[in-house]
């Protein structure tokens, strides 16, 4: 592939093929998700690039190199992070967008010139940006880049794997593109990666994710494994990606399942469950959570930590797509809209969060969804339980015992605290 000293976009429709050289690699912010990818990267031996804006990252990153550690972590890997990119630089074929939402645009705008003809800009963002990338990048030149594993950055440069997993790949007309399989054939080294032809349906499925476990996480102020514990947390996840999904389904999307098992159109609540509690159906709708809360348990939302570090919140990417694509459809997303007004008031520094914020959060949407509280006082044997207990009992459990994969909680790799079997037993009932 020959590369030009003016890099334009593509007109619909022009064939384009990967670079037949080593592809040039950019990745633009160095964050928990950049600074993991930039790392496999450097360690796969790639014609990578790391930009960052933040000096104290590239500092950390330039002294000592990329020090990642939890899931099948590389450990330290050298590599180089740069805070600018020269005129002179020599095109990428691909931009691998890593900052938090608020700044993809930006990130794009400034990384655009330096795109190859035949490139492509990938989104690696939760939230449906690939819409606002293709108005700068050309929709040839952007992918979607669905990361299904979470990662934190504890201190610059330094990287928390919190969990396994991999990538989706698609385009946004759904098209093949040899391109797609290219980068998804180097992606493989830091997690599964497939292509799909319904990026649509998988990102809507992801953002269905967000809303609830980045929004819960952020006014929970903990990790997926200690939230998702809480039967009303659940409750309030299962409302949430509800909302999320009626608004897919009424724009025609075909939602995908999420790394292949989680099948958000099965999970979203039926009107009854919506109502009514102890159902079996909804008391398998919380054993799945409680199993992705073991499986996922050391997921800490990104939205929270930018907070912590003094940056916007993603709420309007995420819960805010859906009240407003809702609102245009006439579908009343009430507890969307309501998380987003607590997120923005713990950015704002109006709130902290904590489980007893989420709680009270709970408690007062009960009226918004216009549904009988599913909690009852916590057993003693379950201790991580909140006090606060509504008036009313919900009808008896559902019989049978919860899929064994929730009992699975107790299986660690990871060394946190594990849920004995007998509290997720006692914690499913009356879900
Ligand atoms: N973390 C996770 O587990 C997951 C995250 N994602 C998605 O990945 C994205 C990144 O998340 P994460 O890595 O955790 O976020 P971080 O906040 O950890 O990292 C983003 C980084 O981008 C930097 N940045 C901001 N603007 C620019 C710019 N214009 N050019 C270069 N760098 C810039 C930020 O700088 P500064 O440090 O100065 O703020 C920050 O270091 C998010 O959009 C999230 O939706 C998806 C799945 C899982
Ligand atoms: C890892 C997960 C699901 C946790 O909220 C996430 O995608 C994020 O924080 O951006």
Redesign the pocket.
Known sequence: MSFTDSPAELAPGTPVAPASSAPRLLV????????IVAAYLFEQGHDVTA????AL?ADAINAIGFRVRGEASPGTVGGRAVRELGPDTRPFDYILL????P??E??AR?AVAHLAPTGAMIC????LCEERIARIAGPERTFGGI?A?????VEPGVYDR?SSGGFVLGRLDGASDPRLDELARILEAIGPTTVTDNLAGARWSKLAI?CAISSLGTVGGDRLGVLLRHRFVRRLALEIMTETVQVSRALGVRLEKVAGTLDLDWIALTDAERSAVGSPGLFAKHALLLAVGARFRR??S?ML??IE?G?PP?VDFLNGEVIERGAALGIATPINAAIREEVLAIAAGKRKPSLALLRAFFDRTRELVGAPSSMRPPPPATPAEPPAAPPHEPPAAPPHEPPTTATNAQADASGEPSLPAANVQSDLRDA
Do not use: H, K, Y
């Open positions: 633009v912010g160095c964050g928990g998700i950049g600074g930009f960052t804006t933040n990252i890593a900052t938090q939402p700044q993809v930006e990130a400034d690696l963002q939760n939230g990361v594993w979470g990662a934190s950055m919190t967000n997921m800490r990104s930590a930018a570090r940056r993603a």
